[in-house]
């Protein structure tokens, strides 16, 4: 017990302390660090469709929801860089943010349904999906760290609820079709969030707009 104690006390002390470095980080690194775990984030979702798409039944993208029918379509987002450019740093972070916080239950979802998945690629799906969690869980760290330095409005968080269930279906068709639908929203997300930092980095190594 008295080791357990010992063990727990160490760790809790170098979280404190990495927590604290990360701190003491320039904000400008800050936002390297978190752009290229974007970049990577978005790499990955995109690696994944790929995958899917490799092995997709044509009827099946036929049945496929639209884009607005994505849980987080409700986030009112620049549609592209020009617009971005417009929005304020404490607002693009705090978009990021909430985009990134509603993907937590959705990619739990497609971790537990790729064990499974009727898809030949399933091992290497199911590795992909757990990378990406523990990128958006870096990510998301870092950016708590970020918003912190950033004030109020980038702190705040819209809440946008998955509520797609656990179950994807019985049949493979069904399957396969909500599970490609889920990694196309967050494709779409990813670069959304990707592209946010991206802007919020150039802001801060103050380069021309064009530039970014």
Not at 70 to 75: E, M, N, R
């Amino acid at each position: 017990m008295a080791q357990r104690r010992i063990s727990g006390g160490k760790l809790f002390i170098t979280v404190v302390y990495l927590v604290a470095m990360c701190r003491a980080v320039p904000v400008n690194d800050l936002l390297d660090r978190a752009s290229q775990r974007s970049d990577k984030m978005h790499s990955l979702s995109t690696l994944l469709t790929q995958e899917m798409d490799s092995h997709f039944p044509p009827y099946g993208r036929m049945q496929m929801p639209r884009p607005a029918d994505c849980h987080t379509s409700a986030l009112q987002t620049p549609n592209d860089k020009e617009q971005a450019l417009q929005v304020s740093e404490s607002d693009l972070m705090s978009l990021a943010r909430s985009l990134l916080q509603a993907w937590v239950d959705p990619l739990a979802v497609l971790s537990t349904s790729a064990i499974t998945l009727p898809h030949p690629s399933k091992s290497s799906i199911s590795s992909k999906i757990q990378e990406l969690q523990e990128h958006s869980k870096s990510l998301g760290d870092g950016l708590d760290i970020l918003s912190g330095k950033m004030g109020p409005s980038a702190q705040a968080i819209s809440f946008l609820p998955y509520t797609g269930g656990t179950d994807l279906g019985q049949d493979r068709v069904t399957i396969l079709n909500k599970f490609n639908f889920l990694l196309s929203c967050l494709r779409r997300d990813s670069h959304k969030i990707d592209s946010f930092l991206k802007v919020l980095r150039c802001r801060a190594a103050k380069l021309q707009p064009e530039l970014c």
